[in-house]
């Protein structure tokens, strides 16, 4: 790091600090240090000195690192701090580090703190950018918002009308002065639809408006004429320009509105006109002209500029019928290649000449033509269809001196009058279909008679109809049409997937091929042959069955429309419906003889039935009567209509008596009975009962509706006198032994808080001089190392090895010691990704690059995923530790199902061990090998031993020297 670190240490030994000091020196780290102990010192730096970063020890004689951690929170929130000690629970490190702490660093580990001080400050700086960057976002928000007020301002002062509409024409903004056009406050406005706002002027408006977001193109200087709901008796007019709003995929998503009131202009306008037509005999040629223009502008228009219409031009509309260049001549008169678009003019079916044109022949005759209905063809193939009128002009001696005429393009509502007449012709052949094939006993036989009728209406050349034939397992040709009748021999079975038909029924789908000898299809190479270029076949279809296909096809085109195929649809439909009607109406009559047939069988067989029910019943009565309980049947009237023989015994007949007479001797119902409660919610009841001999019984209360549907109420009675003293005398003994567990209990935690306390002593008071003592011969060893013989750098490697064996044996007995204090979170375990983690968990010294480890399949795992995968851990690492000297080291982990447990394995090729030795193997601290030959503690198969107990299993191994071992233990299923 190029800058000088401010570090702050709370560290009450010397020593340590001294050695993280050395640690960060010796990782490149630049930094000036302060060193306290004690909250006072601790506080006071943290103004005086303003550190870059915190080290703190968690346990100081009247402190805590968790109190520190608070303290510079409140101080100096984004400087990071990092806990540095000796030791500590897992319970405080994830309390710390949640509580703000970076990260926690072990004293026995601390080459890891150089690492960890880098991170924390890369964390420091990029927390420090990110709020840089919160800061800009704000201001650039400030500004965003100061903008759209400016734009708001804009937006209210403009001196027009403003609003904005979604795809609903729902208003979503509005100005003022759009507001004051209406009559209604803006805040009304939001919410509501153009047509709830201005109803007589939505019918305009929610055109031009579809017109906008069909084309995505604005609509400009759109005049708007009518009434307001404030002001309903005042013809008022607008200019509107609508404008499309698109998002950012290109989609039209609303409408922005400009409107301008131009009632007043246009009051003023007609005062002009009135004035101009004062004086119209003196307006030249081309006012007349505009007048007439603008008397018929809502229509195209043609004007004839000489009496002979050799010049003939059209307004906006017009060269738009004709697709004519703007101010193109478009006379018929005008002769060869004098018409700017060549056409065709008929009526009729007959074409006119130029002189038949209706402005020809107003122009030549001085008379108006009206209502004169052409037909236009274009060399494009477009046909037009117009309904016109035309009129002479004079000059100011009354001669002709031109003509003009409006037209009216009908060819929508031609092809919507024809649509009209098509359909109800297709609805009178439908209803025509429906009402033969529902009056006929035999419907197939009609078919071919119907079809041709609908071959005809869809220009159509053959059809063809398909029945199912179960027996058969194909389809039978029923009816066609089409066809040669050489051929119809030839088709009349079919196998389901031949053909479009077979393939159709299959499938149960329609199947449409269209330009059939242009789209090679197997399954159309049949219907091709007979000249078919478009072909549509219908599963004929009954409650999701498919009873057969009905298809047409075409000669004459190459494809069908939307209405052609809706028709055959529904012709399908309607000759299914049949078909399946005649099916039914077989069935039923088969059915029928079958239930006859049934109720005589049915008839001997309830006969025989009812003899078995009486012999029944009185083996019923015998299983009654000898229960060890009684059994009786009440009903709601009290009356005891059976009684079993236990009760009998203990409590008398009830001889047509009610319950409370012959028990209690009452002469009415008790106040309080818990059986009749059982009516209540028909729902079983049970409780207790003294009885009148002074027994107790436990009651059973089932309500039932007999066969004439009225209530009773079975009752079953357990005797549970001797129960219930036994009960008695094990609820006293069950007392005195929660007392006994209280006891042993407060025994127990008070032994695990004295381990507890012992194994934090051992911990922290033994690590620290150990540390002190690697600490300081690494740093002998690195300061004098040139001054040192060799024997002097042995014997300072020799304790700094013992040391770290020193080290290593109190992490495992305290990991020992820990093992069934800490509570346990069982749950399912994903073993092979466990293993694979503790595997690659290994350390360097520990790991072998050419070991040939196997993981087999292994049953699900149940219990605490982390100790299990100490139990790998420890197991993995002995067998790679006993498999080094091997030629090609291997080691296998698999396991399998055992009845309510699984058993599972680590299997070595290593040196192995003598079986006559395995006492010792789980034994803590018992090793088979001298340091010298391998080194450990003697702790880790203890580890392992005490965890698989702790889940309620067992472990095991198998060994032969020289020839490897095998490692087992069991878990308890998750159902054990």
Known sequence: MDQILRILMLEDNPLDAELMQFELREAGISFDARVVSTEKDFRHELRAFSPDLILSDYDLPQYTGFMALAEAKRQCPDTPLILVTGAISEERAIETLTGGAKDYVMKGRLNRLAPAVRRALAEAAEVRAHRAAEAALRESEQRAREQLEEIHSIYESVPVGLCVVDRDLRCVRINQKMAEFNGIPAADHIGRTVRELIPDLAPLAEEVAERVFRSGEPALNIEFQGTTISRPHDQRVWVASLLPLKDAAGQVAG??????????????????????????????????????????????????????????????????????????NVSRSAGPGGAAVPYRALRGGRELKAAEMPVQVAAATGQPVANAELELVFDDGRRVQLLEGAVPLFDADGRVRGAVAAGVDMTSFKETEAAVLRNDRRMKLLSLISNRLLASGKPQELVEELCRQVMDFLDCQAFFNYLADDRMGKLHLNACAGIPEETVRAIEWLDYGVAVCGCAARDACRIVAENIPETPDIRTELVESFGIKAYACHPLLAEGRVIGTLAFGTKTRTGFSADDLAMMKDVADQVAIAMHRILNEEALRSAHKELERLVEDRTAELQKTMAGLKSEKRRFIEVLDALPAYVVLLTPDHHVPFENRFFRDRFGEAKGRRCFEFLFGRNEPCEICETYRVLDGMKRHEWEWTGPDGRNYYIFDFPFHDTDGSALILEMGLDITEKKRTDAELETYRHGLEEMVKLRTAQLEEANRELESFSYSVSHDLRAPLRAIDGFSLMLLRDLGGKLDSEAKRKLGVIRSHTAKMGQLIDDVLAFSRIGREAMSMAPIDLHSLIVDAWEGLSPAGAKTDVDLKI???????????????????????????????????????????????????????????????????????????????????????IVKRIVENHGGRVWAEGKVGEGAVFYFSLPGREA
């Open 255 to 328: 409408i922005s509105v400009v409107a301008e009131e131009i009632t007043e202009r246009r009051k003023m306008e007609e005062t002009l006109r009135q004035s101009y037509r004062n004086v119209e005999d003196q307006i030249q040629k081309r006012t007349a002209e505009l007048q007439a223009v603008l008397d018929l502008a809502p229509v195209a228009i043609w004007i004839a500029h000489d009496p002979e219409c050799r010049q003939i031009t059209g307004n906006a509309q017009a060269d738009a019928i004709m697709r004519a260049p703007r101010g193109g």
């Open 856 to 942: 087999l399949p292994l049953p699900m795992g149940y219990g605490d995923g982390k100790y299990i995968r100490q139990v790998f851990a420890n197991l993995l690492s002995n067998a790679v530790k006993f498999t080094r000297d091997a030629d090609r080291a291997s080691i296998e982990v698999g396991g399998r199902p055992d009845g309510n447990e699984n058993v599972y394995y680590v299997r070595d090729n290593g040196i192995g061990f003598d079986m006559k030795h395995y006492d010792r193997l789980f034994g803590i601290f018992q090793r088979l090998h001298r340091d010298d030959e391998f080194e450990g503690t003697g702790v880790g198969l203890s």
